[in-house]
């Protein structure tokens, strides 16, 4: 199947600093790559749809101006999150369609956040 | 929210023995898939079944889909303890741009 990445696989930060996650799609090109979270023992919750060349659709209740989300090219989006609390600790996947059309979402992963 | 249930929560089985996890969504769907979950990775996709399908196999997984119940289920035969994992479905529902809607999860414990 195709292969997605995600880099950092873990980050610690201090409160108030901004990180950056990198989500890549190895063998295939994506032009939509999904972004979750997943607090401990739950599901994982879509925060966002991220279109190459164009703005990302957020879903309701997610900050857009906190997590930013650029995809600017067709196997790289990258999730910054921004002025980083204690709060947003969580683990974040992102997932993108394999090529030529499937309807199979694969996914990264994982990165886990931890805000001190 | 549209997002499903799955039940049950937890399950935990003597290895050899089947695990049945079921899956409940909340409207029209494009297609229902199944995904394991080790603790602290990322997702691994199992089966893919379409709203015109009914049952679908993979080796060791069953997948079966009612649409009129709006309900799944996936069937785990001759579990092993490798197995041990948490199990989600995700609707891809009509007319939402392909984005995948995840239900609660099963934790699927097999003993040695």
């Known amino acids: 199947g195709a292969v997605v990445s995600q880099h950092p696989s873990w980050v610690i930060c201090k409160s108030g600093t901004s990180v950056k996650i990198e989500c890549r799609s190895l063998d295939f090109q994506a032009t939509t790559m999904f972004w979750y979270r997943q607090f401990p023992k739950q599901s994982l919750m879509l925060m966002a749809t991220?279109?190459?060349?164009?703005?990302?659709?957020?879903e309701q209740g997610v900050e857009k101006d906190k997590f930013l989300i650029n995809h600017a090219s067709l196997t790289l989006s990258t999730l910054t999150v921004t002025s980083a609390h204690p709060e947003d600790s969580s683990f974040y996947i992102c997932?993108?369609?394999?090529?030529?059309?499937?309807?199979?979402?694969?996914f990264g992963p994982g990165t886990r956040l931890t805000v001190l | 929210s549209q997002q499903g249930e799955e039940d049950p929560q937890a399950l935990s089985i003597q290895e050899g023995e089947n695990a049945t996890m079921n899956c409940s969504y909340k409207t029209s769907i494009n297609n229902l898939q199944w995904y394991r979950q080790n603790s602290g990775r990322g997702l691994v996709h199992l089966i893919l079944?379409?709203?015109?399908?009914r049952e679908k196999h993979s080796g060791r997984l069953r997948v079966t889909l009612d649409t009129s119940k709006k309900s799944s289920s996936l069937l785990i035969t001759a579990s092993r303890a490798a197995d041990t994992a948490s199990y989600f479905c995700?609707?891809?529902?009509?007319?939402?741009?392909?984005?995948?809607?995840f239900g609660s999860g099963t934790q699927l414990t097999v003993l040695p």
């Open positions: 997932s993108a369609y394999g090529g030529g059309g499937t309807d199979t979402q694969y």
């Open positions: 079944i379409r709203s015109n399908e």
């Open positions: 995700a609707a891809t529902y009509s007319g939402s741009a392909r984005q995948l809607t």
């Open positions: 991220s279109n190459e060349g164009s703005k990302a659709t957020y």
